[in-house]
């Protein structure tokens, strides 16, 4: 019977703690063993593309991966460090049934993890989680030794992955003349990065591009851009790219040391395309994108629509809609006419592109954005505890959205991984959203 709740997948695959169930070898075998097996059910002699990011852990759950798929009769391709979305191009131009990634992006680098891609370069859907979950419940099968699959390691896949993200970019624009700091968080993109901006012609000074497995995402990165900010600085540089561990967000730094978030870079692209005359009716965000960049959209004559916070549901409501722009403020950003999923370094250029067609800097052409100031609140809650049949708490809810109008919002939502309820209130002023969220907290608490 095919299970109805998924036990080991998430909102982007599986992730934990290394030596925990799951992220142990003998669960990565299992795991590579059912889904060969589900992929044999649907054609002969499949062949999938593995490719990791830099943990030290990788080496391990690489070969129970490669064990795994080989036992069910898989043939595998090894690519070696390579960023999330290049291992999405790579399935689709080498026509492989499937694409695996073992990273776990932006977590410290005793946690990891593994994303599926399909054939066509997208996240895998419910459907499939659930059939694998069904496998799972099942000891392993082992194919017959004429059946086994192959390993084959492809040598120049960083290469094609370059190509492909340059060739992305406006072939009658150059960084020439251009300093650019990149941070690739000691990641899977720390040999691809610096050379798709040399190669179009920056000047290019790097950090967080010296893994040893130990320090990804450590105090570099999109999670921690300071450091990025403060080289761009020193270097008198004009642009800074901060990636995450496998390289599928982005944040911008421009030569002044000023940080932009996702929501941000997300209208700039919007704005640039309504510039270049396409006809936009609406862009996904996320219930967390900033009300101030709705605003700012909604002022273009273009929509926002809210998805559920994560790029999979980023990505749905795209898919659903036929729409073409989405992202998030942590820099996931979606661009369907360049890339099937999220990738960092493609809207790393798009972003530097739009800016080099205008000859203006990131902060002048967000000058009418405003993004407003938000208050999160954690408070704690218990099985007893009837948040959304609370008639005070819904009361104080009710109150603050009438007083806010259209200058601020609340959003009330539960952790999905701890037992606290989030309380965002946005506001024009920092003191009245922070004053609001207070009162809503204090009237569940009460």
Same mark, same amino acid.
């Given at each position: ?41 649907? $054609? ?88 694998? $979950? ?311 608490? $009460?």
């Amino acid at each position: 019977m095919r299970l109805m709740v998924r036990q080991f997948f998430g909102t982007d695959g599986i992730r934990g703690r290394v030596g925990m169930h799951p992220i142990t070898p003998d669960f990565m075998l299992h795991l590579a063993n059912a889904v060969g097996h589900h992929l044999r059910s649907i $054609e002969d002699r499949p062949q999938v593309l593995i490719g990791k990011d830099t943990r030290i852990s990788g080496y391990m759950l690489e070969s129970a991966l490669e064990a795994g798929f080989n036992s069910a009769g898989v043939d595998v391709v090894l690519l070696g460090p390579l960023p999330t979305p290049g291992v999405a191009y790579l399935t689709t131009a080498l026509r492989a049934s499937l694409g695996v990634v073992i990273s776990a992006s932006h977590n410290p680098f005793d946690d990891n993890g593994i994303k599926f891609f399909s054939a066509q370069g997208t996240k895998l859907d419910d459907e499939w989680e659930l059939a694998i $979950e069904a496998k799972l419940q099942r000891p392993p099968v082992w194919v017959s030794s004429t059946s086994i699959g192959k390993t084959k390691r492809l040598d120049d896949a960083a290469g094609r992955y370059i190509e492909f993200c340059k060739n992305t970019f406006d072939h009658k624009l150059t960084f020439k003349g251009k300093k650019i700091v990149i941070d690739a968080a000691h990641g899977a993109a720390y040999h691809i990065a610096p050379k798709v901006f040399s190669e179009l012609g920056a000047e290019v000074f790097s950090i967080g591009c010296a893994p040893d497995g130990l320090n990804i995402n450590h105090n570099v990165g999109a999670t921690h851009p300071a450091a990025l900010m403060q080289q761009v600085v020193d270097h008198k540089a004009d642009f800074g790219v901060a990636l995450d561990g496998d390289a599928d967000r982005l944040l911008l730094v421009d030569g002044n040391g000023r940080l932009f978030n996702g929501d941000e870079l997300l209208y700039l692209l919007a704005f640039d395309r309504v510039r270049a005359g396409q006809k936009i009716q609406s862009v996904v965000g996320t219930m967390m994108t900033n009300q101030g960049v709705e605003l700012a959209l909604n002022n273009l004559g273009i929509e926002l629509l809210r998805a559920k916070v994560g790029d999979r549901y980023v990505l749905e409501a795209l898919t659903q809609h036929e729409l073409t722009l989405g992202g998030e403020g942590s820099g996931h950003l979606l661009i369907l006419d360049k890339h099937s999923t999220g990738d960092g370094l493609i809207s790393a250029l798009q972003v530097l592109q739009v800016c080099l067609k205008a000859n203006q800097p990131p902060a002048s052409i967000l000058k009418d954005v405003y993004l407003f100031p938000q208050c999160l609140l954690n408070v704690k809650f218990t099985d007893e505890t009837d948040w959304a049949g609370n008639k005070k708490f819904q009361e104080q809810i009710r109150q603050v959205e009438k007083l806010l109008k259209q200058e601020g919002r609340v959003l009330i939502r539960p952790s999905g991984t701890e037992r606290v309820l989030r309380i965002m209130v946005e506001a024009r002023d920092a003191a009245v959203a922070r004053d609001h969220a207070q009162s809503i907290a204090n009237a569940l608490n $009460e």
